[in-house]
């Protein structure tokens, strides 16, 4: 053992015996104020943040399973021994992706823009009655180089932030029904291209502006930070946990609607300054798994570790409050009737 790791392991066995001695209520106060600084970094892998845990009897649903930051997660999700519920847009894309891994995986699909089929997944995943330990809410499109409107809104929006929003009301019970359930949602760092003054709340659309792709992707990954903001807060006393992830920059197919040069620049240049795929699925793999991270709510990571975000929008809680209600009228039609947590 390292220096290092001899001295975290000692400090960490002092901290757990002072816990133990506390009532439950109180330790998981007190270990979601003061999230764990992780031994992990951008050089970490999937696997390496994983390592020695043994996952069986969990399982996990992760949506855009099929591809990049996704299929690593479920891959090593699945070589730890937990069942992981893979889904993508259509069920051959989830069937080939889950044969593709080891370990015990059940296809599932949704197409996140057509909120009929987000309601469909959810009750196929409802009906296997097996409490969720985690919902990674993984998936998402970047950069659309038109404007594109679904129901009347910008379609990064909608994909990335409002079908994952029903997505998450759907299951809130099959999570919360795990000793503790965990909600993983995929943000960015491009969070702070989101137009200066935030949540576009008056023009989803973003028809009374000059559009910008990357504008509207910062303005969806600012949304995904936020509702997983409000959620961590309406879940506060109970076991459950939702924390947002910047997963770092990772040549993946969201590239492809950039232009060809800068998707080329990344193919040849981006060794240099971008993370691999197993590097880039670790932050959410860490955080859908650590067994230090029970009772931590509420954070933004990077690299394995809490981050303050870049702009104060990321810890704007009326905004996110004003952002999950927003969510509730736009999507009214697609959520349980049953209110599950209270505002
Ligand atoms: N890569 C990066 O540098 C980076 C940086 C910051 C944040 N992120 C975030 O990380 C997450 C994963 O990205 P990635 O890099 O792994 O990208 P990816 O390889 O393109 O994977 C995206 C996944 O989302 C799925 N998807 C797209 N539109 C969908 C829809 N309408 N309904 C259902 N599924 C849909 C895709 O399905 P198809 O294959 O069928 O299109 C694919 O499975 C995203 O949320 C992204 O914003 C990535």
């Not at 390592?51 to 690593?72: F, K, Q, V």
């Not at 506060?236 to 920059?249: A, E």
């Not at 991270?293 to 394995?304: A, E, K, P, S, W």
Request: net charge negative; charged share 20%; with cysteine.
């Amino acid at each position: 053992m390292t220096e290092l790791k001899r001295r975290t392991f000692v400090q960490r066995a002092a901290v757990l015996s002072v816990l133990a001695c506390l009532p439950p209520a109180v330790v998981a106060r007190i270990i979601s104020q003061t999230p764990p600084t992780s031994p992990f970094n951008a050089d970490s892998t999937a696997e390496e943040v994983t390592a020695g845990l043994d996952l069986a009897g969990r399982t996990y649903a992760i949506t855009g399973a099929n591809s990049g930051l996704g299929l690593e997660t479920m891959r090593v999700l699945a070589m730890r021994g937990a069942h992981v519920i893979g889904i993508a847009r259509t069920i051959e894309k989830a069937e080939q992706a889950c044969a593709s891994v080891e370990g015990q995986t059940t296809p599932a699909f949704l197409d996140l823009a057509d909120f009929e089929s987000v309601v469909n997944c959810a009750s196929m995943i409802r009906a296997m009655n097996i409490p969720l330990d985690g919902l990674v809410c993984n998936a998402g499109i970047m950069a659309l180089p038109e404007r594109e409107l679904v129901a009347g809104m910008e379609k990064q929006f909608v994909v990335n932030h409002l079908g994952h929003f029903i997505l998450i009301n759907q299951l809130m019970e099959t999570v919360m029904a795990a000793p503790q359930g965990r909600f993983v949602i995929l943000s960015s760092r491009a969070h702070r291209r989101a137009p200066d003054d935030g949540i576009q709340f008056e023009d989803l659309a973003f028809q009374n502006q000059e559009y910008s792709s990357w504008g509207a992707y910062g303005h969806s990954k600012l949304a995904n930070a936020l509702c997983s903001l409000e959620l961590a807060r309406r879940l506060s006393g109970t076991s459950t946990t939702s924390n947002s992830v910047h997963p770092g920059v990772i040549n993946t197919n969201l590239g492809r609607h950039m232009p060809w040069y800068m998707r080329w620049g990344g193919k040849l240049l981006g060794w240099a300054f971008m993370k691999s795929i197993e590097e880039g699925a670790a932050t959410q793999t860490y955080v859908a798994t650590s067994p230090g991270l029970v009772g931590v709510n509420g954070y933004y990571f990077v690299d394995c570790n809490p981050d303050p975000g870049d702009t104060p929008h990321m810890q704007d809680e009326a905004m996110a409050r004003r952002l999950w209600q927003l969510s509730e009228e736009l999507t009214r039609d697609y959520l349980p009737d049953k209110v599950i947590i209270p505002a």
